[in-house]
């Protein structure tokens, strides 16, 4: 796949975990160094209990996943965002949102949540479906560690 006279995009996906905000750290550094946009999206649905059981409005859950993804990206710039970051919404589910949105994209990152029920397993459902399916080179970056009780 070739993205010759494309403008250069790294999409970034943003759950509001501390791997997500990290994969936010290191795809600005790339996007600077390769002159790219920065396209950090926070994807969101409908949950399937919502039809049956929810009385909330559909804004909501939208309005909730802008939330997120403004704070997310707060944490990893602070006041000023860089001027090359866009962001938006995609809705859908995440793991396809994301492979579909890579179509258009020069690089995909995301986060390693690491909210699996092994630890120690290298990726998650949304990155290994993404490092698998991606129509793009995909970076997956993991929440820093904290505390000295970490494997080196």
């Given amino acids: 796949m070739s993205h010759q006279g ?3 995009r790294i999409l970034v996906g943003v759950d509001g975990s501390e791997a997500s905000v990290e994969a936010l750290r290191h795809a600005q550094h790339l996007a600077t ?4 946009e920065l396209d950090a999206v926070t994807c969101w649905e409908f949950p399937p209990i919502y039809e049956g059981f929810v ?3 559909a804004g909501d859950f939208e309005k909730r996943a802008r939330e997120l993804l403004e704070e997310s990206v707060a944490k990893a710039f602070g006041a000023t965002v860089p001027e090359n970051v866009v962001q938006h919404l995609l ?5 396809q949102a994301l492979i579909d949105a890579s179509r258009k994209a020069t690089m995909l990152v995301v986060g390693r949540r690491g909210h699996g029920g092994f630890p120690g ?3 998650g459902s949304v990155s290994s479906a993404c490092v698998a399916h991606a129509e793009c080179p995909v970076l997956v970056v993991h929440a820093p560690h904290h505390g000295a009780d970490q494997l080196h």
Avoid at 91 to 95: I, L, V
């Fill in 6 to 8: 494309a403008d250069k």
């Fill in 33 to 36: 160094a390769v002159g790219a």
């Fill in 55 to 57: 009385e909330m409005e």
């Fill in 91 to 95: 809705y859908g589910p995440p793991r």
């Fill in 121 to 123: 397993l290298a990726l």
